[in-house]
């Protein structure tokens, strides 16, 4: 069955740094993968997505990598900032119509 | 002002009392989702619908029900809570057919006593 998982519950960072929070999923069929950050008390915020056509897309201060042949996806910021404090989701949509399967989340904490 | 609301933002309830939560969104946006979210957990599917006349069963619906009022609201119900039912609700809503990109309310967070 489809599952999405993610390496590491807690990234400790400081300011500045670059952070990179992995996720793997299992269902080779998905065709498009999304990243969402969540603030404490908040829903969850769409940040970058990637269609299963492509390796790699850019946003401002992040990049989303997609390695099929390992099914592997990341998420890089550039320059982590304290407000980048939260926790990060990937989620997949298989073929199909729009249900996302969401992975467990990483917590990203940023020392000044 | 937020596209996606849900009230109440918190509740605190005993067992077996029913509970409405509601969402509304001003996106106009045709398919709205109920998702529970507990820690470890991630996001799971409770409800869908793609319009008002369409209701869909999620990955966990057993002791939920929704309404589908109309585009804009969608509410979830529990019809006899459970303390087993205590976690964050979210509501969101996705425009088709080409952004599969879902957009979330602030949440409910629901305790069952």
């Known amino acids: 069955g489809e599952s999405v998982g993610l390496h590491l519950p807690t990234l400790s960072v400081q300011e500045g740094d670059n952070s990179i929070i992995n996720c793997a999923y299992s269902?080779?069929?998905?065709?498009?993968f999304i990243w969402y950050k969540q603030e404490s008390g908040k829903g969850p915020q769409f940040i970058i997505d990637?269609?299963?056509?492509?390796d790699k897309r850019q946003g401002q201060r992040v990049t989303v990598l997609l390695n099929k042949t390992v099914k592997h996806l990341s998420l890089q910021i550039a320059a982590t900032q304290p407000g980048d404090s939260a926790v990060y989701f990937c989620?997949?949509?298989?073929?199909?119509?729009?249900?996302?399967?969401f992975g467990t989340g990483t917590r990203l904490l940023v020392s000044p | 002002d937020a596209d996606v609301t849900q009230t109440p933002r918190n509740r605190i309830t005993k067992t077996g009392k029913r509970i409405m939560l509601e969402c509304s969104q001003t996106?106009?946006?045709?398919?709205m989702y109920w998702y529970r979210q507990d820690p470890g957990l991630g996001l799971r599917l409770i409800y869908y619908?793609?319009?008002?006349?369409?209701?869909n069963k999620g990955e966990i619906s057993d002791g939920y029900s929704v309404s589908r009022q109309a585009q804009a609201k969608f509410s979830l119900s529990l019809e006899s809570a459970i303390p087993n039912q205590t976690a964050l609700y979210f509501c969101?809503?996705?425009?088709?057919?080409?952004?599969?990109?879902?957009?979330f309310g602030p949440g409910t967070r629901l305790t069952v006593l």
């Open positions: 969101a809503t996705s425009d088709p057919p080409g952004q599969p990109e879902q957009f």
């Open positions: 269902n080779s069929a998905s065709d498009y």
């Open positions: 990637i269609r299963s056509n492509m």
């Open positions: 989620a997949e949509k298989g073929t199909g119509f729009q249900k996302l399967v």
């Open positions: 996106k106009g946006h045709d398919r």
């Open positions: 619908s793609f319009d008002v006349k369409d209701i």
